[in-house]
């Protein structure tokens, strides 16, 4: 079974240019995670899809933005860059999303730089 | 005041002891707690889970929980150099009727053979 595809895997970007991230959940999972990872921060929410519908988003600006399709493939969006939003974008799918009896499955992740 | 607290590291152990990764968090509501291993260049991988009080073994790893003291550890006996990675602490809990996950800013181990 293929794991977690993200793409692509570099983007140099420079500030005020807007980005689009892909990422392809493992067959049959329906829920798709996405985590912003620096190293200040760590791994940040930035929001979860499940069947085109987005159930929970974390604490980023208007400019981040995701959606889903109906085959569960996800993307997210970065408008307006800013140099702070050089990271490491990390997808994650799992089948019924976050919970107790769910591993989250993560994709090998987009790293972001602006310039 | 930051949902998980985990020290950043490194950690340093010799090869064959127990290295000892803590954590903390502040909401009681947590629900489920895990433990992700990152190496250098990759992306996270669970390794452990625990949802009740007490110790949960698997093989060299032991995970320990105490929500009254609100936070949980990950133990790991016999440290092999393959060991050496960065811990990421993560807890689930309900929000807006769905889980989300949080990770702490993991720890980084290094196992000095």
């Known amino acids: 079974k293929a794991g977690v595809t993200q793409t692509p895997r570099y983007l140099i970007k420079t500030r005020g240019q807007q980005v689009t991230l892909s990422c392809s959940p493992i067959s049959g999972h329906r829920s798709v995670s996405w985590y912003q990872q620096t190293p200040g921060q760590g791994l940040q929410f930035l929001f979860e899809?499940?069947?085109?519908?987005?159930?929970n988003k974390g604490n980023f600006p208007g400019r981040f933005s995701g959606r889903q399709f109906s085959n569960s493939r996800s993307e997210m969006n970065v408008s307006t860059l800013e140099l702070g939003d050089s990271a490491l974008y990390l997808c994650?799918?799992?089948?019924?999303?976050?919970?107790?009896?769910?591993?989250?499955?993560f994709g090998s992740g987009t790293q972001l730089s602006v310039l | 005041q930051k949902e998980v607290e985990q020290n950043s590291g490194p950690l340093s152990v010799p090869e064959g002891a127990i290295a000892s990764l803590n954590c903390t968090y502040s909401d009681r509501g947590s629900q489920s707690f895990f433990w992700y291993r990152q190496y250098s260049g990759k992306s996270p991988e669970l390794i452990m889970s625990i949802y009740s009080n007490g110790d949960k073994e698997d093989g060299r790893f032991t995970a320990q929980l105490n929500k009254a003291s609100q936070y949980v550890s990950l133990l790991i006996r016999d440290s092999q150099p393959s060991d050496s990675a960065t811990y990421l602490c993560?807890?689930?809990?309900?929000?807006?009727?769905?889980?989300?996950?949080?990770f702490g800013i993991g720890t980084k181990l290094q196992v000095i053979p």
């Open positions: 899809y499940f069947s085109e519908t987005q159930r």
């Open positions: 993560a807890w689930g809990a309900n929000s807006g009727g769905y889980q989300k996950v949080t």
């Open positions: 994650a799918s799992s089948l019924d999303g976050p919970g107790p009896n769910e591993k989250l499955f």
